[in-house]
């Protein structure tokens, strides 16, 4: 148990009631805190569990902005029209420069690539083929017959993978001329 859960539970047992603000950034997700200002905790809401907001600045539906500079602990919350006009620019353009770079192909764009790479396949498995020819007939001229039938073979025994089981009949005579007790006679008949 988390300790803002217990420290919610003591209150409520205490008869502190615990209320809590909540509010939406601009994309939905709900944020929930004791209240908006600094110094208190933040929090997400999901279905299961309240996870502590992330570093960094979020704008909420109603223009504010909301800083993170320690994981689940509000800085500073602040109009976005004053401070955000200009970095405001400078993102659009960092991400203008981005979708150059880091831009989603479109499925005519995949089918052709994939053309392209089937078209270099082809141009590149017949080459291969008779380079290996070009390859094994210079290497056969130079070579001695000796070496080449030594090639040939393979390198190593195939493994058998049906092998038989050997059962190799071992027999103690420590002993022998003792007269045999009950445990000796249930041996014996159980090897053989």
Do not use: H
Request: avoid cysteine; glycine fraction near 4%.
């Amino acid at each position: 148990m988390k300790s803002n859960e217990m420290l919610k539970q003591v209150k409520t047992l205490l008869g502190m009631e615990v209320k809590l603000e909540q509010m939406k950034l601009e994309n939905g997700t709900v944020l929930e805190a004791e209240k908006f200002e600094a110094g208190n905790e933040i929090f997400i809401v999901t279905e299961d569990e309240r996870i502590a907001l992330p570093i960094g600045e979020y704008e909420l539906e109603n223009g504010m902005v909301l800083v993170i500079e320690e994981e689940g602990l509000i800085k500073e919350v602040k109009s976005s029209e004053s401070e955000e006009a200009p970095e405001v620019e400078i993102e659009v353009e960092a991400k203008e420069d981005d979708k150059e770079e880091m831009g989603y192909a479109t499925k005519e764009e995949l089918a052709e690539v994939k053309s392209m790479i089937e078209e270099i396949k082809a141009m590149l498995e017949p080459k291969k083929e008779e380079e290996l020819s070009q390859v094994k007939e210079e290497l056969s001229s130079e070579l001695p017959k000796e070496v080449l039938a030594e090639l040939s073979q393979p390198a190593v025994e195939p493994i058998n993978t049906n092998a038989e089981v050997v059962k190799q009949k071992v027999q103690f005579n420590i002993a022998s001329k003792r007269t045999l007790s009950t445990m000796d006679r249930v041996m014996s008949k159980l090897n053989k």
